[in-house]
């Protein structure tokens, strides 16, 4: 996961509060890919919080959480320890830990542009059973005028942004690579609506974002209270937001 994993630490309180979940819809489609849910085992590598873990559980998989930061595998386990459906591990993209064949699903959320494409690739061919398949998903906030003000922001004082979903666009050429170019993607509605408390804590928990006791720390809380005043309403802002999914079979290494 090329070398992130001490980039999340002390963000899991933020990340667990504030961070969406994906959209309905999205889970109700992968509920007919694999039909009836209940008779199948998804593996969600960098787990994090367990944020698309609750959400794969409450639609009846059963789920293998992969994650290796301790803070937010820690998170997830105290979130989702008490059903037997689902187990945590520390691992990564390329040594999931996992047995081979083992899974039916490998999921990726808001995740894969932290990962080695064709270790990742790999490594999912040899947990997935056979007909199983990868999905790599994103909750994508698309250019709305407020996303725009907001990455702007983050340009202006954090270093480490280089845009949203580490700079990985739509059917980017890695997502081509890791699926040998033969996939198939949905877009589902998301929009979130959010209060001042929970922008903050979403912008906080971001990988690139500053913490308090950095250098230009006060000027970047300052910058996002006043974007919020600038687009909220009535204490509200509405906050455009898909969730993009990429579904397909991992491409087999090249030579």
């Known amino acids: 996961m090329r070398n992130t994993f001490d980039r999340f630490n002390g963000r899991h309180q933020d990340y667990q509060a504030a961070r969406p979940s994906y959209a309905q819809e999205f889970l109700d489609w992968l509920g007919e890919l694999y039909a009836p849910p209940e ?4 593996a969600d590598i960098g787990s994090g919080t367990g944020k698309l873990s609750a ?13 290796p930061n301790p803070d937010m595998r820690g998170a997830a386990e105290a979130l989702l320890g008490g059903d037997p459906r689902f187990s945590s591990s520390n691992g990564t993209d390329h040594d999931t830990g996992l047995p081979d064949r083992s899974v039916d699903m490998v999921a990726a959320a808001q995740a894969f542009h932290w990962f080695d ?12 059973r056979p007909g199983g398949r990868a999905v ?21 004082h954090c270093p480490s942004f280089h845009g949203f979903t580490g700079g990985m666009g739509e059917d980017d050429p890695r997502i081509r690579d890791f699926f040998g170019g033969a996939y198939e993607k949905r877009r589902f509605p998301n929009p979130l609506t959010l209060d001042r408390d929970r922008f903050l804590r979403r912008c906080f928990s ?20 006043a974007l919020f005043d600038t687009f909220a309403s009535g204490g509200q802002l509405i906050q455009p937001n898909e969730t993009v999914a990429y579904v397909g079979i991992p491409a087999a290494p090249q030579g």
């Open 206 to 225: 971001s990988s690139y974002a500053l913490r308090e006791g950095d250098a230009d720390y006060e000027a970047f809380r300052a910058a996002l209270e």
């Open 55 to 67: 959400q794969l559980l409450a639609a009846g998989f059963r789920v293998c959480g992969v994650e």
């Open 39 to 42: 008779r199948y085992t998804a």
């Open 136 to 156: 790599l998903v994103w909750n994508v906030r698309g250019s709305a005028p407020v996303n725009q003000a907001l990455a702007q922001v983050f340009r202006e």
């Open 117 to 128: 494409g064709p270790a990742f690739a790999r490594e999912c061919r040899r947990i997935l």
